[in-house]
């Protein structure tokens, strides 16, 4: 049976208030999860008041303005700041998403922002991805080829090469496999809607020759059937891309297949 | 060490919508029914027991929690009636695209919501 509870070492406590400094009126109030691995304490969630005069227009512009001007021990993962490497993915406005695409100009009142929900919590907002990977390993995301002989490039139909849109383009963010409640309960077994995106992406790529062995990997009652199309996934995905349809598509071919 | 980091918040925090929505009430409808079914065997039951039991049930449904409880059922075995249909359609692979599923969705809480008030007034011989 799955917890719904936080764990008591998990309880989110009240943090500590960050007063502007700036003189500025145009203030926001954004609320960050923080824990600090070095003590003992619970995690807690600090305010900080933000000048939005001098502020970009993204989430992630925020934090780095918190940790440049405000408090330079906050940890959040980024990199490209484009909406590219999935570095900065994590819970905004009881939201999964990209800090660098989304804009805070969305959201409404004071602004939370989390780590991406039921992860182990390495420091501040960046959550452990381990048991994610560990999945996306499972499903050898990689060309298979039975061909002896490899001399030359495999040749892949225009119409072949367009099934594989809207499965290439995620780059693993996991903002949808942590925004599902079946993954947060079963996460340990359920292969979550990142990971199955990708399985179909390899499924249904017609260079590959594993297909029917792909297929029977993931038919399982916990890898696969836990999906029940909360839709989460697909809302969270901030590539737009729609990882419950890849799902459902596996389903169906692994009832009409003859496997 | 490793058991020390916290879980960071879930449920707590996810906001909903109208899919996550509709699924989880789904879940709790299905249940809801199973008992509700459960509730009409027995009531069908205490009927083979004569004039005196039927009566007693008979007060029971015609209190306000009898009431309640009918039309409760009502809307839960339309809520999920409907629901089914939402699922079973995206079982075949449709509409999983973030506005039909909005829409859908909101199809099921309307539909629903109509579909007991129909029965409702059937009920009165309304119609």
């Given at each position: 049976m799955a917890q719904i509870g936080l764990p008591?070492?998990?309880?989110?406590?009240?943090?500590?208030?960050?007063?502007?400094?700036?003189?500025?009126?145009?203030?926001?109030?954004?609320?960050v999860y923080r824990w600090d691995p070095s003590t003992e304490e619970n995690p807690r969630i600090d305010t900080y008041e933000v000048d939005m005069d001098n502020c970009p227009s993204k989430v992630l512009d925020i934090l780095n303005k918190i940790k440049n001007e405000i408090d330079p021990t906050l940890a959040y993962r980024r990199s490209c700041a484009h909406g590219v490497c999935g570095s900065c993915a994590m819970n905004m406005d009881g939201k999964n998403g990209l800090a660098?695409?989304?804009?805070?100009?969305?959201?409404?009142?004071?602004i939370n922002i989390y780590p991406l929900p039921h992860l182990k919590v390495k420091k501040d907002l960046i959550g452990d991805l381990d048991g994610l990977y560990k999945q996306y390993q499972s499903i050898e995301p990689w060309l298979k080829s039975?061909?002896?002989?490899?001399?030359?490039?495999?040749?892949?139909?225009?119409?072949?090469?367009?099934?594989?849109?809207?499965?290439?383009?995620?780059?693993m963010c996991a903002c949808c496999s942590t925004s599902c409640p079946s993954y947060w309960w079963n996460g340990d077994k359920y292969l979550g809607p990142a990971v199955l995106l990708q399985a179909y992406r390899w499924i249904i790529d017609s260079r590959?020759?594993?297909?029917?062995s792909r297929l029977k990997k993931v038919a399982d009652e916990l890898k696969l059937?836990?999906?029940?199309?909360?839709?989460?996934?697909?809302?969270?995905?901030?590539?737009?891309?729609n990882?419950?349809?890849?799902?459902?598509?596996?389903?169906?071919?692994?009832?009409?297949?003859?496997? | 060490m490793e058991n020390k980091k916290p879980l960071s918040p879930h449920i707590q925090v996810y906001k909903w919508h109208i899919s996550s929505l509709?699924?989880?009430?789904?879940?709790?409808?299905?249940?809801?029914?199973?008992?509700?079914?459960?509730?009409?065997?027995?009531?069908?039951?205490?009927?083979?027991?004569?004039?005196?039991?039927?009566?007693?049930?008979?007060?029971?449904?015609?209190?306000?929690?009898?009431?309640?409880?009918?039309?409760g059922l009502t809307w839960?075995?339309?809520?999920?009636?409907?629901?089914?249909?939402?699922?079973?359609?995206?079982?075949?692979?449709?509409?999983?695209?973030?506005?039909?599923?909005?829409?859908?969705?909101l199809l099921v809480i309307i539909g629903s919501i109509f579909l007991t008030i129909i029965l409702y007034l059937i009920g009165k011989n309304l119609f």
């Amino acid at each position: 049976m799955a917890q719904i509870g936080l764990p008591d070492n998990s309880k989110v406590k009240k943090g500590k208030y960050f007063k502007d400094k700036t003189g500025s009126k145009n203030l926001r109030k954004v609320n960050v999860y923080r824990w600090d691995p070095s003590t003992e304490e619970n995690p807690r969630i600090d305010t900080y008041e933000v000048d939005m005069d001098n502020c970009p227009s993204k989430v992630l512009d925020i934090l780095n303005k918190i940790k440049n001007e405000i408090d330079p021990t906050l940890a959040y993962r980024r990199s490209c700041a484009h909406g590219v490497c999935g570095s900065c993915a994590m819970n905004m406005d009881g939201k999964n998403g990209l800090a660098c695409t989304t804009p805070h100009k969305e959201i409404d009142g004071d602004i939370n922002i989390y780590p991406l929900p039921h992860l182990k919590v390495k420091k501040d907002l960046i959550g452990d991805l381990d048991g994610l990977y560990k999945q996306y390993q499972s499903i050898e995301p990689w060309l298979k080829s039975n061909s002896k002989s490899e001399t030359k490039e495999i040749f892949q139909s225009k119409e072949d090469r367009a099934k594989l849109d809207g499965a290439y383009e995620c780059i693993m963010c996991a903002c949808c496999s942590t925004s599902c409640p079946s993954y947060w309960w079963n996460g340990d077994k359920y292969l979550g809607p990142a990971v199955l995106l990708q399985a179909y992406r390899w499924i249904i790529d017609s260079r590959d020759e594993e297909r029917n062995s792909r297929l029977k990997k993931v038919a399982d009652e916990l890898k696969l059937y836990r999906c029940h199309t909360i839709l989460n996934c697909t809302s969270a995905c901030p590539k737009g891309l729609n990882p419950a349809k890849a799902i459902a598509e596996i389903k169906k071919m692994l009832a009409t297949a003859n496997i | 060490m490793e058991n020390k980091k916290p879980l960071s918040p879930h449920i707590q925090v996810y906001k909903w919508h109208i899919s996550s929505l509709v699924s989880i009430s789904h879940r709790i409808t299905g249940i809801i029914n199973i008992i509700g079914i459960t509730l009409i065997c027995l009531w069908a039951s205490l009927l083979l027991l004569g004039e005196n039991s039927y009566e007693a049930v008979n007060l029971l449904l015609n209190s306000q929690i009898g009431k309640f409880i009918t039309l409760g059922l009502t809307w839960s075995f339309c809520f999920q009636i409907l629901s089914e249909i939402r699922h079973l359609i995206m079982d075949l692979g449709y509409g999983f695209e973030l506005k039909t599923t909005k829409i859908t969705g909101l199809l099921v809480i309307i539909g629903s919501i109509f579909l007991t008030i129909i029965l409702y007034l059937i009920g009165k011989n309304l119609f």
